[in-house]
């Protein structure tokens, strides 16, 4: 089944030591994006990519990094992990978003998330 | 811009019985709308969508929702809750520069 994987499923680093987390999908999809999501909250948007184009949240801390090699891999890093950086961390992707003029414009199409990755910092 | 309120942090249903979660949203442009369950420790999963064909949606699991545009609401319903249905509820509205707004979620809570 097509399908967004999520590795490893629980994570535990070190205050200060960098982790990434990886992200894989057979949707080929062409919008990939990393939400952090704490306790009792709704998913925060960190960033998002539409192919390769990197798009940053305004408030996402520079302490958080992401890489797209190819369509299908995403990976998050987390350069120097703080105890507030503990949280779910969930991919998602989406298809069928377009660029037009005023840029990034969706179509109503739904997001199809990972497991997600449950980060604990010791 | 876009966003979107969940009336309920919290619902308590018993077994057998309806549910019903509220969701009302705002748009400049003809919204999408979704809801996505989430149960413990996992990510959340698409339980039905509206882009403006059927005003009623169905969608998984006997939820259905209805689109009520001079309401500006979204609701989410059952006529009877499952034990399994114990989860948490995100209403989300998308539509134009596509980012997703999710409302903060509502927790059901499904007493046997």
């Known amino acids: 089944d097509a399908m967004v994987i999520q590795n490893p499923r629980y994570q535990v680093t070190q205050f200060g030591k960098p982790v990434t987390l990886s992200c894989s999908q057979t949707l080929n999809h062409n919008v990939m994006y990393w939400y952090q999501q704490k306790s009792s909250q709704a998913p925060k948007l960190l960033f998002h990519?539409?192919?390769?184009?990197?798009?940053n949240e305004a408030d996402t801390p520079d302490n958080f990094q992401s890489r797209r090699p190819n369509t299908s891999f995403c990976f998050l890093d987390i350069r120097s992990p703080g105890l507030g950086d503990a949280a779910m961390y969930l991919c998602?992707?989406?298809?069928?978003?377009?660029?037009?003029?005023?840029?990034?414009?969706?179509?109503?199409?739904?997001?199809?998330f990972g497991p997600g990755t449950r980060l604990t910092v010791t | 811009a876009q966003s979107v309120t969940q009336l309920d942090s919290h619902v308590s249903v018993s077994e057998g019985t309806p549910v019903l979660l509220r969701c009302n949203y705002s748009s400049s442009y003809s919204p999408s709308l979704f809801w996505y369950v989430q149960h413990p420790n996992k990510g959340l999963q698409l339980l039905l969508k509206?882009?403006?064909?059927?005003?009623l949606v169905k969608g998984i699991n006997g939820f259905e929702a209805e689109f009520k545009k001079s309401e500006t609401s979204f609701h989410l319903t059952k006529p009877s809750a499952h034990m399994s249905d114990a989860a948490e509820y995100f209403c989300?509205?998308?539509?134009?520069?596509?980012?997703?707004?999710f409302g903060r979620g509502t927790s059901l809570i499904v007493h046997p």
């Open positions: 990519y539409y192919d390769k184009d990197f798009n």
């Open positions: 989300v509205v998308g539509r134009g520069s596509y980012i997703p707004t």
């Open positions: 509206y882009t403006s064909a059927a005003t």
């Open positions: 998602a992707t989406s298809t069928m978003v377009t660029r037009g003029p005023l840029g990034l414009a969706g179509a109503g199409y739904e997001q199809y």
